[in-house]
């Protein structure tokens, strides 16, 4: 699935509170509008490798 580039990188608005508004869901007006984004995240495992 090819998605469409607008030459635009994905941004946020200055003084939005990122994490609260990214991890809300969407209300079911939005989702019948089609107006959601599915967000993806991702962590790194930080654990050290064992020596064994």
């Known amino acids: 699935m090819q ?3 607008n030459g635009q990188e994905p ?3 200055p003084g939005m509170d990122d994490a ?3 991890d809300r ?3 079911e007006a ?3 509008a089609g107006d ?3 967000v993806t995240t991702l ?3 930080e654990v050290d490798p ?3």
């Open 20 to 22: 609260e508004e990214l």
């Open 30 to 32: 939005e989702i019948e």
């Open 11 to 13: 941004s946020i608005a």
């Open 43 to 45: 962590s790194w495992d």
């Open 25 to 27: 869901d969407a209300t």
């Open 36 to 38: 959601y984004t599915s």
């Open 50 to 52: 064992s020596d064994d």
């Open 3 to 5: 998605k469409k580039r």
